[in-house]
Nanobody, 119 residues
């Protein structure tokens, strides 16, 4: 069984910062790509940022220069540092990990954490 546990959401005023964290646990060979997605009511889940096990990163255009993704391969964790937050960043943020379970790679999701940017 694999679990992704997220933490760090909350309410922050515009221009503020938040840091999200996600930890993968369970039985697997390794964690491949890890990323953060977000979703608002009535919209599809969208990619925010993704990082490979080699440290290559990719960001949505809307968060470039404001958000930074990082990971610790030894601990199987991924963080998202969010700066200069805007009201349009308000969403439920989900952690995703591509888990190598020897015979196949499966995608897993965290439970989601609410981020609200409002004064």
């Amino acid at each position: 069984q694999v679990q992704l546990v997220e933490s760090g959401g909350g309410l922050v005023p515009p221009g503020g910062s938040l840091r999200l964290s996600c930890a993968a646990s369970g039985t697997f060979q390794r964690v491949n790509d890890m990323g953060w997605y977000r979703q608002t009511p009535g919209k599809q889940r969208e990619l925010v940022a993704v990082i490979t096990s080699d440290g290559d990163v990719r960001y949505a255009e809307s968060v470039k220069g404001r958000f930074a993704i990082s990971r610790n391969n030894a601990k199987n964790t991924v963080d998202l540092q969010m700066n200069s937050l805007k009201p349009e960043d308000t969403a439920v943020y989900y952690c995703n990990a591509q888990i190598d379970k020897w015979v196949r790679v499966l995608g897993y999701w965290g439970q989601g954490t609410q981020v609200t940017v409002s004064s």
